[in-house]
């Protein structure tokens, strides 16, 4: 790991192989919760709190296919309430989540609400391509540590895995953030991760004592949406999500580079299937279907 640095007296680790991408994309070591508390009485349950903040930008200005409308949001006072509680995520103590289920719905729900954030803080307005190193630049200071959203998404809840373009982990060996990793990759979080664009999930906000079942359904929808077989051309167009994060579904990380034997992405989602899909798709491999991944739409999802 190379030197920490410290941004708004937030400790913010990098590896080597981070410091060079950031440094060559210029990304800023900033973070979106630098402002000061509007109050100094302390938030009991601050994952729950944050929670109800987003249940309430969903329904200000998230229509129920996940679109966002970032306009009607940035001047309502469902964002202005929960940009004040995210000043109190400076000093939250994160060794109070304990259980794996409150840990996966506290960062899944901390990571849908950071993009949305960065997208209003940054001025989006056709895709979050326009801001250089986005994924690393949006950022939140959580108990006086950096915590950007490849941070959340490959260090915290792919339980410290490389980031699928940048090797090394994310966390390095004396990171402290490491403590707050999950004990191992559910592979499900891809499809609750919202990265801002058309192509992803739609946007939804977790319940630890739900998880499990909001999780599956998460992915049954994803699959519903992103997983289609032409008969006549015996082809099933999948998600690039699957290509990218191959690894994760017991794939080949030479996938992402289009090589590489593709069933087991297709087991990982027969799993996920009603018995007479599955028994569908079980057919279509028995038929030599060849296996293709759409091309991402990165455009804004907004409507």
Request: hydrophobic letters at 50%.
């Amino acid at each position: 790991m190379g030197a920490a640095g410290v941004t708004d007296g937030c400790l913010a680790p990098r590896t080597l192989a981070q410091r060079v991408y950031d440094a060559v994309l210029r990304v800023p070591q900033d973070v979106l919760n630098a402002h000061a508390p509007t109050t100094t009485a302390p938030v009991l349950r601050l994952d729950a709190a944050l929670k109800g903040a987003a249940a309430r930008l969903q329904a200000e200005a998230i229509d129920a296919a996940g679109q966002v409308d970032y306009a009607r949001l940035r001047d309502s006072a469902a964002y202005a309430d929960y940009r004040a509680l995210t000043a109190h995520l400076r000093t939250f103590a994160l060794h109070v989540l304990t259980d794996e289920a409150d840990k996966k719905a506290f960062w899944l729900n901390v990571y849908n609400a950071l993009v949305i954030d960065a997208v209003i803080a940054y001025g989006v307005r056709t895709s979050v391509s326009e801001v250089a190193g986005f994924f690393r630049r949006a950022a939140y200071c959580i108990g006086g540590l950096r915590f950007c959203l490849d941070d959340i998404e490959h260090g915290v809840l792919r339980a410290n895995r490389a980031h699928v373009f940048i090797p090394q982990k994310q966390f390095g060996a004396r990171d402290p953030r490491r403590a707050f990793a999950l004990a191992q990759l559910d592979n499900r979080i891809h499809f609750a991760l919202v990265c801002g664009a058309r192509s992803c999930p739609p946007v939804r906000f977790y319940d630890a004592v739900q998880v499990d079942a909001q999780l599956d359904n998460a992915v049954r929808l994803f699959i519903a949406q992103h997983v289609t077989y032409d008969a006549a051309a015996n082809v099933v167009t999948l998600s690039r999500l699957w290509a990218w994060y191959a690894q994760d579904f017991g794939g080949s990380a030479w996938l992402k580079l289009g090589l590489g034997d593709p069933l087991p992405l297709l087991l990982a989602i027969s799993a996920h299937l009603p018995e007479g899909d599955a028994h569908a798709l079980a057919q279509a491999v028995a038929n030599g279907a060849k296996v293709r991944f759409a091309p991402y739409d990165w455009a804004l999802n907004a409507p």
